[in-house]
């Protein structure tokens, strides 16, 4: 039986199941499977697989009892479907905690799992990555506490480089420049970088605005501007966006020497509903 820590993903874990059962006996079928959850619908895997239709309660615990798991494997597959279910990141994360919890109790975690979730989520942990190759960094984590606003300590410094050296983000140097950076790709589930990176930019919207009252204005650049745009002019000017970080990142990389630390934000979002959506009912 495949075990059912494996996944983060319930959709993926009920189609993973269905697999097996059809490869261990090819007579069994969406209809068979059907039955193990209590429905009468012969697509029901389909539709829950498809995301047009959401597992039940009853069919949580009918499948649980159907495939013989454990009080702790019927605990994590409830998790991963209140994960999946969840509206808010609030709730995200509550029951993403909970996954991390129970996998950590049976011994199942993956350890990277939480640490590629570290990453994305605390809003310290690129400019640590940053500040580490700087000429200026004597390999001192206290320097890196202190150059960092706003502050944080150097726990959490020390916390951050063991993280991205594990991610493979920096290696070790030697001598005179300590950490050089990997261009690597942190890779993980996508309901799981989905929750961080949304946590991401609700930290850093959060500290761009704290950053009107802690920098004069000569060291900042905060501006906005509310327009009225049709459909098309809409997306337009998420490709003209698109091109300008492209461009930016490229300046950044031609840089030499990181003399400081700074954090770009753009958001591009609605203040009105969409008038194509008025009713025209008289």
Do not use: C
């Not at 499948?63 to 994960?83: D, G, H």
């Not at 009105?272 to 959506?277: H, R």
């Amino acid at each position: 039986m495949v075990s059912i820590f494996e996944f983060i993903d319930y959709r993926h874990f009920l189609t993973a199941v269905f697999d097996q059962f059809k490869s261990g006996n090819p007579s069994f079928s969406f209809r068979s499977f059907a039955r193990l959850a209590g429905s009468s619908s012969p697509n029901y895997l389909q539709l829950i697989k498809n995301r047009k239709l959401n597992i039940s309660n009853s069919a949580i615990y009918a499948l649980s009892v159907a495939l013989k798991l454990s009080r702790v494997e019927e605990e994590y597959f409830e998790a991963i479907v209140n994960f999946d279910h969840a509206r808010t990141n609030v709730e995200k994360d509550k029951f993403f905690k909970r996954i991390l919890q129970i996998r950590q109790m049976t011994g199942k975690i993956q350890t990277l799992l939480k640490e590629q979730y570290d990453f994305f989520s605390h809003w310290y942990i690129p400019v640590i990555r940053e500040l580490i190759v700087s000429d200026a960094y004597s390999g001192d984590p206290e320097w890196i506490a202190k150059k960092i606003v706003p502050s944080i300590s150097v726990a959490q410094v020390q916390k951050g480089i063991a993280l991205l050296e594990k991610l493979g983000l920096i290696i070790p140097q030697g001598e005179g420049k300590p950490w050089l950076q990997q261009h690597t790709t942190v890779k993980t589930e996508s309901e799981v970088v989905s929750l961080a990176v949304s946590q991401y930019h609700k930290n850093m919207i959060s500290l761009a605005g704290e950053a009107i009252e802690r920098f004069d204005a000569p060291s900042r650049d905060i501006r906005s501007v509310t327009i009225g745009i049709s459909a098309s002019g809409y997306v337009e000017i998420k490709k003209k966006l698109e091109q300008f970080w492209i461009e930016l990142l490229h300046f950044a990389e031609s840089q030499e020497e990181i003399d400081q630390v700074f954090q770009i934000n753009m958001q591009l979002f609605p203040l009105s509903n969409s008038t194509t959506d008025d009713s025209h009912e008289k």
